[in-house]
T-cell receptor
Framework: GEDVEQSLFLSVREGDSSVINCTYT??????LYWYKQEPGAGLQLLTYIFSNMDMKQDQRLTVLLNKKDKHLSLRIADTQTGDSAIYFCAESSGLTGGGNKLTFGTGTQLKVEL | NAGVTQTPKFQVLKTGQSMTLQCAQD?????MYWYRQDPGMGLRLIYYSASEGTTDKGEVPNGYNVSRLNKREFSLRLESAAPSQTSVYFC??????????FGEGSRLTVL
């Protein structure tokens, strides 16, 4: 079955780069996603990458995908205090009858210190 | 656009009580989902509805029922609440494929 693993915590200083790592098991995943959750809020889609891509850049965000090792990373450049949140990696698979099942990792709590 | 709206945002129940969490989306999405979020466990899929008129079990369906009332609305019912159902519940919606859009969550405590 699908399984997604992430480290639980990451602490960085403001202005540094943050790298959040994720490993997944389902090699047939078409898309892989990064979601952000701020305290007391729902999950917001940050970015996603199609499985035939190695890299995707979107402003301060860079996603790297190593399909051979089933490893996904999210790099946030010039990390700001507003980036403090929980970041979830998710792999996708189809559901019986349709729909898109996302299997989420446990989330990485990013703390940005001044 | 409101996106995905969940009610109530907070609820406290006693063991054995029943309640229904409501969810509505205004994005004309076909598929809707209910997840629960517990510390250290990420989000786990309870039930989903691929399209209007269909519902299916996810990973952790025991103790829950759902109703896809129409294309916009998908409700989650706890018939006899247990302390193990203390959690944050998220409703989400999507097209048949593609990313999920989440509501703000419903925080449920069962005493």
């Amino acid at each position: 079955g699908e399984d997604v693993e992430q480290s639980l915590f990451l602490s960085v200083r403001e202005g540094d780069s943050s790298v959040i790592n994720c490993t997944y098991t389902d090699s047939s995943s078409t898309y892989l996603y990064w979601y952000k959750q701020e305290p007391g809020a729902g999950l917001q889609l940050l970015t996603y990458i199609f499985s035939n891509m190695d890299m995707k850049q979107d402003q301060r965000l860079t996603v790297l995908l190593n399909k051979k090792d089933k490893h996904l990373s999210l790099r946030i450049a010039d990390t700001q205090t507003g980036d403090s949140a929980i970041y979830f990696c998710a792999e996708s698979s189809g559901l019986t009858g349709g729909g898109n099942k996302l299997t989420f990792g446990t989330g990485t709590q990013l703390k940005v210190e001044l | 656009n409101a996106g995905v709206t969940q009610t109530p945002k907070f609820q406290v129940l006693k063991t054995g009580q029943s309640m229904t969490l409501q969810c509505a989306q205004d994005m004309n999405h076909n598929s809707m989902y209910w997840y629960r979020q517990d510390p250290g466990m990420g989000l786990r899929l309870i039930y989903y509805s691929a399209s209007e008129g269909t519902t299916d079990k996810g990973e952790v369906p025991n103790g829950y029922n759902v109703s896809r009332l129409n294309k916009r609305e998908f409700s989650l019912r706890l018939e006899s609440a247990a302390p193990s159902q203390t959690s944050v519940y998220f409703c989400a919606s999507s097209y048949i494929t593609g990313e999920l859009f989440f509501g703000e969550g419903s925080r449920l405590t069962v005493l």
